[in-house]
């Protein structure tokens, strides 16, 4: 059965891997596009809590098919992992981190 969600899905999945072949990684800025798709919104979207769907099964499937393209495509540093290096590292971490937001590796 046809399911637009699952083609939308598939479409955005085909987009991040021409991303990542030409950058080598999914830590897309949020403003990144491929293949005419917000590859790099849709990266911000999907890391969140809940951002792969609520069904288990399907969520532990895109993981999977986003860990084939990139196995860092949830880096360490997204959400509150940031905040954490932040309270540890002080102001050398600060500066590191100034530029950071979600989906975005770099200032």
């Known amino acids: 059965m046809w ?12 987009a991040a891997r021409a991303y990542y072949a030409e950058h080598g990684t999914l830590a897309a ?7 005419d798709k ?3 919104q849709w990266l911000a979207n999907v890391r969140k809590d809940g951002g792969l ?4 099964e ?18 360490a540093w997204h959400g509150v992992h940031r ?3 932040w309270r540890a590292g002080g102001a050398e971490a600060g500066a590191q981190l100034a530029g ?3 989906g ?4």
């Open 100 to 102: 950071f937001r979600a």
């Open 3 to 14: 399911d637009p969600a699952e083609q939308a899905w598939e479409e955005t999945l085909a």
């Open 58 to 75: 399907r969520a532990r499937r895109r993981a999977e098919q986003l860990a084939v393209i990139d196995p860092d495509w949830r880096p």
């Open 83 to 85: 905040a954490a290096a």
């Open 104 to 107: 975005l590796l770099g200032p």
């Open 38 to 40: 917000p590859v790099g």
């Open 53 to 56: 769907g609520m069904d288990p």
């Open 29 to 35: 800025p949020v403003t990144a596009a491929a293949l």
